[in-house]
């Protein structure tokens, strides 16, 4: 039981500025190359995720663990949709990477 009350133990700011750094990172700062590259290039796909995972450690001050488990998860599950197919709506890869967030924050990494 303590996992769900750690879990839960999530401020409001904290979760909105983790997941505007995750929007900001994964979307607005993914250039269309990237987009289009990154499927087909592992090390397109290491400049995207290298990308995403600084905005974490400047905006959110994440801590190295937690920066190299966003970069591990991201440099993973973007291939399984883009390169693989394994992941098909964009949502799903969506909920993956807002999932490991919540994992984060909630066991305080």
């Not at 973007?78 to 992941?87: A, T």
Request: charged share 10%; proline share 4%; aromatic share 16%.
């Amino acid at each position: 039981m303590p996992m769900f009350t750690t879990l839960i133990d999530i401020s409001v700011p904290t979760l909105l500025v983790w997941l505007a750094c995750h929007f900001v990172g994964d979307f607005a700062f993914q250039s269309t190359w990237m987009s289009v590259e990154k499927g087909k290039s592992w090390e397109v796909n290491f400049y995207h995720c290298a990308t995403y995972t600084a905005v974490f450690v400047l905006f959110a001050h994440a801590s190295i663990l937690a920066a190299a488990i966003l970069f591990g998860t991201h440099f993973v599950v973007d291939p399984l949709k883009s390169r693989y197919k394994v992941i098909g709506p964009i949502w799903a890869d969506q909920l993956l990477h807002i999932l490991t967030i919540l994992l984060i924050l909630g066991f305080k990494i």
